[in-house]
């Protein structure tokens, strides 16, 4: 089976550029997240999509951070305009809702390093 | 909202010796108290995890402990080998279907 993936690995841009970061989670996986972890700190929630509806975004940052999962499958997180303080790695992780035959652990992707300059 | 406090930053132990990491938690509505390991550039991966039923969880050399109580669990890694070295972070959530909130962060190094 394979994993969560995401695209890019890693991006550069400058601040005021605008970046789509793009997960595609495991097959059947109705619960799909954003994490974000900066410069060494913890891993922070940013939002949880169930299917195509956000179901929680109260770790979105501000409003030029959108995220998207049109037709429940994969999703997109745009930042636009980046800023400095965007930086960091981000992580989409994807769950099936606890149940008897499984626990619902999140798996995550290897996520994607973004640099604003 | 939750906060999650972890401890140590960094751990340094030899080869065969135990580590053990802490972590707090402050919403006692929290179930779910999942451990991932981050090796150096990959994903987290879900080593152990244990709901509020339960006080104490073992798999091989990995065990992990709860006091409810004391809003307290850890992490419990015996007879520690080079390749659990690498960057372990606790979590609490409701339920594993909701969002985890981390702690930040403990970096294992097991010297051989």
């Known amino acids: 089976e394979a994993g969560v993936t995401q695209f890019p690995s890693h991006s550069v841009i400058e601040k005021g550029q605008t970046v789509t970061l793009r997960c595609d989670p495991i097959?059947?996986?109705?619960?799909l997240y954003w994490y974000r972890r900066v410069m060494g700190k913890e891993i922070k929630f940013l939002l949880h999509?169930?299917?195509?509806?956000?179901?929680?975004e109260s770790g979105m940052p501000n409003n030029r951070f959108l995220a998207e999962r049109t037709g429940g499958t994969y999703s997109t997180l745009k930042v636009q305009p980046a800023e400095l303080e965007d930086s960091g790695v981000y992580f989409c992780a994807s769950s099936y809702p606890p149940s008897g035959h499984n626990s619902g652990e999140q798996f995550f992707g290897p996520g994607t390093r973004l640099t604003v300059l | 909202g939750e906060n999650v406090e972890q401890h140590p930053s960094t751990l340094s132990v030899q080869e065969g010796d135990s580590a053990v990491i802490k972590c707090t938690y402050s919403d006692s509505a929290s179930n779910y108290f999942p451990w991932y390991k981050q090796e150096l550039g990959k994903r987290p991966q879900l080593i152990i995890d244990?709901?509020?039923?339960?006080g104490e969880k073992k798999d091989q050399r990995i065990a992990v402990t709860l006091n409810k109580t004391a809003k307290h669990f850890s992490l419990h890694i015996t007879e520690t080998q080079p390749e659990d070295s690498a960057v372990y972070f606790c979590?609490?959530?409701?339920?594993?279907?909701?969002?985890?909130?981390f702690g930040s962060g403990t970096r294992l190094l097991v010297r051989p």
């Open positions: 244990i709901r509020s039923n339960v």
């Open positions: 097959s059947g996986h109705d619960n």
């Open positions: 979590a609490a959530s409701l339920d594993s279907s909701y969002k985890l909130i």
């Open positions: 999509f169930v299917k195509e509806s956000k179901q929680d």
